[in-house]
C-alpha cells in the first residue's frame, strides 16, 4: 500500500473512482466546490449536470436499477442537500443502493446557523441505511468505502456521506485499498436450514399455498430460481408493484399484481390463501388493506434479508432471515426432498378456483363514450410496440398503476417506478438516470401531466447530456388520482385537481407541452385520437438522436380498476364503481 499527499477533494474522487464509480448526476455549490475541482480532471468519472437535486438522487436511482451498480448523487450545504431528500427517502422505502455526497459548512461553522447549514445527517439519518458526517480529510476515503459497502450489501438503499468543506481543502495522505471498519454490521444472507425445511413441509401440506413475491427477489437476481421453485410446486405466483416481471407476465402460474389496485384473481388467491409463502416483500398496507382482514385463514412463511421486516406488519408463523436467491434456493431442495419422500401437493381444486376467478375477472377498460383517448389504450400500445426489451419507468398515480396493469413485463427489472413512497415527479428523472445505466436499450417514461410539471426541468440535461429518453405524457389536465378520489368518496367535489383549462373557449393549453418539450431541445409530438397512437408511438422509437415528449391528450375522468379503497378488506374490492366479483361458493 502506498500513501499519495493529495486533498481531501482530490481523495475523495480517487475513493469514487477505485469503487467503481463511472457516473455522478449533481449541481456544485459553496461547500461542495471543492469537489468539482479535481472532478473536472478525472478521466473515469462522467458528471452529469441537473437542473434540480431532486433530479439528481432520482437519477442515481434510475442507474442503480438497471445497472444493479451503486447510484451516485452529489449536492451542496444547506437547501441543495435538503433538495435531495425526497430522492433520499424514496431510495429507502424501496431499498435501492445510492450514495449521497454533499457538501458542509466548514466544521468550525457547524452548529452556528451558517450560510447555507443544514444538519443533512439529522434530516436524513430516519430515511437512510446509514450516514456520515466527516470532519477529518484522512477519513474521506474510509468513509466512501464503508457508505458503498453499506449501500450495496444486506437490504440495500441510500448512504449520505456529508463532508465538511475545510475537510476538503485540507492535505491527507491517500491510501488504498481500505478495509471498512464497521463492526456490527454483518447482514444475514444465509437462511436457516431448520426453517426452510419447515417452510417447505407447509408447503406439500398446502392445499391453497401461493408464493407472494416481492421486490426482494428481483434485489437478489433471484428471479431464475423463482420460476424453478414455482415450477417445482405448482403453486399460483403473485407479483407486488415493485417485482413486476420477476416471473413473466405471460407465465400461466402467474396470478398478477395483488393490492389495491391488483387484479381479481391475485387478490382472491391471497385471500382464500391457506399458506402465503412471502418472498422478499414487506406486506405492504397497498397489498394487505385492512390488515386484520388479510388472508385471514393463511398461515405465514415470511423470508425477508432485513430482519426488521419479520412480523412487523403479520406475525410470521415461519421466519426465514437471509437473501431471497439463497432462500429461494434452498426451498428448492428441500421441496424436492419432500417430493422424494413421497410428499407433494395437490392443488387441483385450487387452481380451478383461480382459473374461474382470472378467466371471469381480467383486467380490461371501457372506451370513453365521447370519442376521446384512452389512457389504458395508450399506454398498452406503447407496451406492444416498444416490446419487452425496453424499459418503462412510471410517475406516481393512475399512470402508474395503468403502467403496471397494461404493459406485459416479461423479464426482471423491465418497470420502474416508485412503489413505497409513491414520489411525484420520479419519472423524467429516473428515466434520465436509467437511460444513462442501459444506453443501447431503449427506456419510456410513461407520466402523468402532474408528475411531469415537477422535474421536466430535466428534460435540458437529457438533450444537453446526449441522453434521448422517450417520454408519454398521460394528460388528463388534472390530478387523476386524487380526482378519483374525489369523484368516489368526495361526491365530486373537484378541489384543486384541475391543472390548466380544459373549457371549450380556451385559447391554449397551460403549458403546451410540445412547444415546453421544443424550447428545452427535444422533440415534442401530440396525440389526441386512438388511430393517430400507434403512428406517433412508432415515430418517437425512430428518433434516438433526440429525447422524445409524447402529449397525449386523454379522457379526464378515466378510473383504475379494480380498486380496494383505503380502510376497506380486500374482499372489498371493486371492479367498477358500483360492481363487485362474485366470489363463488360462498366466499
Known amino acids: 500500500m502506498t500513501t499519495e499527499q493529495m486533498t481531501g477533494a482530490q481523495a475523495l474522487v480517487r475513493a469514487l473512482e477505485n469503487v467503481g464509480v463511472d457516473t455522478v448526476f449533481g449541481i456544485p455549490g459553496g461547500a461542495i466546490l471543492p469537489a468539482y475541482d479535481p472532478l473536472f480532471d478525472s478521466a473515469k468519472l462522467r458528471h452529469i449536470l441537473v437542473r434540480h437535486e431532486q433530479g439528481a438522487g432520482h437519477a442515481a436511482q434510475g442507474y442503480a436499477m438497471v445497472t444493479g451498480k451503486v447510484g451516485v448523487c452529489m449536492a451542496t450545504s444547506g437547501p441543495g442537500a435538503t433538495n435531495l431528500v425526497t430522492a433520499i427517502s424514496d431510495a429507502y422505502m424501496d431499498s435501492v443502493p ?9 466544521s468550525s461553522l457547524i452548529g452556528t446557523d451558517g450560510f447555507q447549514e443544514a444538519d443533512i445527517a439529522g434530516i436524513t439519518m430516519p430515511i437512510t441505511k446509514h450516514n456520515f458526517l466527516v470532519t477529518d480529510a484522512a477519513d474521506i476515503g474510509r468513509t466512501i468505502a464503508e457508505a458503498f459497502h453499506i449501500a450495496s450489501t444486506g437490504r440495500p438503499g441510500p448512504v449520505l456521506v456529508d463532508i ?19 463492526p456490527g454490521y454483518r447482514p444475514v444472507t444465509r437462511p436457516h436450514s431448520k426453517q426452510v425445511r419447515e417452510a417447505a413441509r407447509l408447503i406439500v401440506q398446502a392445499e391453497r399455498p401461493v408464493l407472494y413475491v416481492g421486490g426482494g427477489v428481483l434485489k437478489a437476481g433471484a428471479s431464475g430460481e423463482l420460476k424453478v421453485l414455482a415450477e417445482l410446486t405448482g403453486a399460483p405466483v403473485v407479483t407486488t408493484l415493485m417485482a413486476k416481471g420477476a416471473l413473466p407476465d405471460s407465465h400461466p402460474l402467474h396470478m398478477g399484481m395483488p393490492g389495491m389496485h391488483g387484479t381479481v384473481g391475485a387478490v382472491g388467491a391471497l385471500q382464500r390463501s391457506d399458506l402465503l409463502v412471502n418472498l422478499g416483500a414487506r406486506f405492504d398496507d397497498r397489498v394487505t388493506g385492512k390488515l386484520d382482514g388479510f388472508a385471514p385463514g393463511a398461515k405465514i412463511v415470511h423470508a425477508d434479508i432485513d430482519p426488521a421486516e419479520i ?7 415461519v421466519p ?15 421441496v424436492q426432498n419432500e417430493h422424494e419422500a413421497g410428499h407433494k401437493g395437490d392443488y387441483t ?3 380451478r378456483q383461480l382459473d374461474a376467478w382470472r378467466d371471469t375477472y381480467p383486467l380490461g377498460y371501457d372506451e370513453p363514450d365521447d370519442g376521446s383517448l384512452s389512457p389504458q389504450y395508450v399506454i398498452e400500445r406503447i407496451g406492444r410496440i416498444a416490446g419487452p426489451e425496453a424499459y418503462y419507468v412510471a410517475g406516481v398515480g393512475q399512470h402508474q398503476m395503468w403502467a403496471a396493469q397494461f404493459i406485459k413485463y416479461e423479464r426482471p427489472g423491465a418497470f420502474l417506478n416508485s412503489g413505497g413512497a409513491g414520489t411525484m415527479g420520479y419519472a423524467v428523472p429516473a428515466a434520465m438516470g436509467a437511460k444513462v445505466g442501459a444506453p443501447g436499450t431503449t427506456v419510456w417514461a410513461i407520466d402523468g401531466d ?10 435540458a440535461t437529457c438533450a444537453i447530456e446526449g441522453i434521448p429518453v422517450k417520454i408519454a405524457v398521460i394528460n388528463n389536465g388534472n390530478l387523476g388520482m386524487v380526482r378519483q378520489w374525489q369523484t368516489l368518496f368526495y361526491n365530486e367535489r373537484y378541489s384543486n385537481t384541475t391543472l390548466h383549462d380544459r373549457s371549450e373557449h380556451a385559447a391554449k393549453r397551460i403549458p403546451d407541452f410540445v412547444k415546453l418539450a421544443e424550447a428545452y431541445g427535444c422533440v415534442g409530438l401530440r396525440c389526441e385520437k386512438a388511430e393517430d397512437v400507434d403512428e406517433v408511438i412508432a415515430k418517437a422509437m425512430e428518433i434516438n438522436d433526440a429525447p422524445v415528449v409524447i402529449d397525449f391528450i386523454v379522457h379526464k375522468d378515466a378510473m383504475v380498476w379494480p380498486m380496494v379503497a383505503a380502510g376497506t378488506t380486500n374482499d372489498d374490492i371493486k371492479i367498477a364503481r358500483d360492481l363487485a366479483p362474485e366470489w363463488e361458493n360462498g366466499d
Open 320 to 334: 426465514i432471515v437471509g437473501d431471497a436467491r439463497e432462500v429461494i434456493a434452498d426451498l428448492i431442495v428441500a
Open 164 to 182: 465538511a468543506k475545510d475537510a476538503l481543502q485540507a492535505t491527507v495522505g491517500f491510501e488504498w485499498p481500505v478495509a471498512p471498519q464497521l
Open 311 to 317: 412480523s412487523k406488519n403479520r406475525h410470521a408463523d
Open 349 to 351: 381444486d385450487w387452481w
Open 450 to 459: 402532474g408528475c411531469f410539471q415537477m422535474t421536466n426541468q430535466e428534460l
Open 98 to 106: 445510492m450514495v449521497a455526497i454533499t457538501g458542509q459548512v466548514a
